[in-house]
T-cell receptor, first 110, second 114 residues
Framework: KQEVTQIPAALSVPEGENLVLNCSFTDSAIYNLQWFRQDPGKGLTSLLLIQSSQREQTSGRLNASLDKSSGRSTLYIAASQPGDSATYLCAVKGGQNFVFGPGTRLSVLP | GAVVSQHPSRVICKSGTSVKIECRSLDFQATTMFWYRQFPKQSLMLMATSNEGSKATYEQGVEKDKFLINHASLTLSTLTVTSAHPEDSSFYIC??????????FGPGTRLTVT
């Protein structure tokens, strides 16, 4: 059974810092991995989708990498801003559905 | 991009009543729809998977008689929480998958049972 973990559980940084969020999964047989953002009481916003054959994806200040063999993905956020404060979820897709990690709660202080 | 809507966005109901949540794919045909539940400060947990015109497949521990799922068309799935109790209060999120197996998430429904 696939299990997804995320480290750290929570993170508080001053504005402008570069930061890394980590995601680990136990079963490397995945189709893709996706990073989402969730604001309090809201749904999911897709940030980056990495197919199993890819090693990284970039969108603006965000960069996500995937090392399928070691079961790891990282989300790099450059020059963090207060508007980046949210919970970041990673999810892996092995079959039809996603298995979500517990999330990292990020606070970027002005 | 593909859009999935949910209705209502928030609902408050009394204990013992039933409540229906709709999930619609607005601009694509969803061969499969998924229902997730999220308790406060926890991650999303898959409740069930439904394919159009067939019975839903429920995850272990999810009562199929309590959480009725209907996927009557390629654009609509409904989740009915029957005889709701306060412990059913949660954030319910649906997602819909197109023929390319891309999955798109709805905005969620906050259910509060008093």
């Amino acid at each position: 059974k696939q299990e997804v973990t995320q480290i750290p559980a929570a993170l508080s940084v001053p504005e402008g810092e570069n930061l890394v969020l980590n995601c680990s999964f136990t079963d490397s047989a995945i189709y893709n991995l996706q990073w989402f953002r969730q604001d309090p009481g809201k749904g999911l916003t897709s940030l980056l989708l990495i197919q199993s054959s890819q090693r990284e994806q970039t969108s603006g200040r965000l960069n996500a990498s995937l090392d399928k063999s070691s079961g790891r993905s990282t989300l790099y956020i450059a020059a963090s801003q207060p508007g980046d404060s949210a919970t970041y979820l990673c999810a892996v897709k092995g079959g039809q559905n996603f298995v979500f990690g517990p999330g990292t709660r990020l606070s970027v202080l002005p | 991009g593909a859009v999935v809507s949910q209705h209502p966005s928030r609902v408050i109901c009394k204990s013992g009543t039933s409540v229906k949540i709709e999930c619609r794919s607005l601009d694509f045909q969803a061969t499969t729809m998924f229902w997730y539940r999220q308790f406060p400060k926890q991650s999303l947990m898959l409740m069930a998977t439904s394919n159009e015109g067939s019975k839903a497949t429920y995850e272990q521990g999810v009562e199929k008689d309590k959480f009725l799922i209907n996927h009557a068309s390629l654009t609509l799935s409904t989740l009915t929480v029957t005889s709701a109790h306060p412990e059913d209060s949660s954030f319910y999120i649906c997602s819909a998958s197109d023929r390319l197996y891309e999955q798109y998430f709805g905005p969620g429904t906050r259910l509060t049972v008093t």
